[in-house]
């Protein structure tokens, strides 16, 4: 089983998360925790495509979540998963891991969450209109 630690970010105050590796999705843990999907980069599992947290067991969840199709889209992964630290916001850490590490299945979800919240305001304030129009 390889081990790869992985930051936040490039500060000395950065968390640093030890994530094991697994040979397939079968053999994530069966708990909660943070989980990379890794692109082959330089002949070994090492660019991360994709990170996510399950809150209960990571084997049953990942093949469920939204990320896990768009990261096999991009060829074939490799898999790893790391404890959750003690009091850290899970959305928060992955959301600062997927930044720091470029992960574009992460980007694209987040360019694409943006470009909905950005289409809502424009119907609401197209909604706002008609009703004060009447």
């Known amino acids: ?20 590796g697994h040979s397939d999705v079968t053999a994530l843990p069966d708990r909660p925790g943070i989980f990379v999907l890794l692109g082959k980069q330089d002949g070994s599992w090492s660019r991360p495509l994709y990170f996510g947290y399950a809150d209960s067991s990571m084997r049953d969840q990942l093949p469920y979540d939204p990320g896990f199709a768009q990261a096999i889209r991009q060829g074939p992964v490799g898999f790893a998963s790391a404890y959750l630290p003690g009091g850290q916001d899970p959305m928060a850490l992955i959301a600062e891991l997927a930044a720091h590490y470029d992960a574009p299945v992460n980007a694209k979800a987040a360019a694409l969450a943006e470009i ?12 706002a209109r008609r009703l004060a129009a009447q």
Do not use: S, Y
């Open 1 to 20: 089983m390889t081990k790869m630690i992985l930051n936040t970010g490039a500060g000395v105050d950065d968390t640093q998360l030890v994530f094991l």
């Open 116 to 127: 909905d919240e950005a289409r809502h305001a424009i119907q609401a304030q197209a909604h």
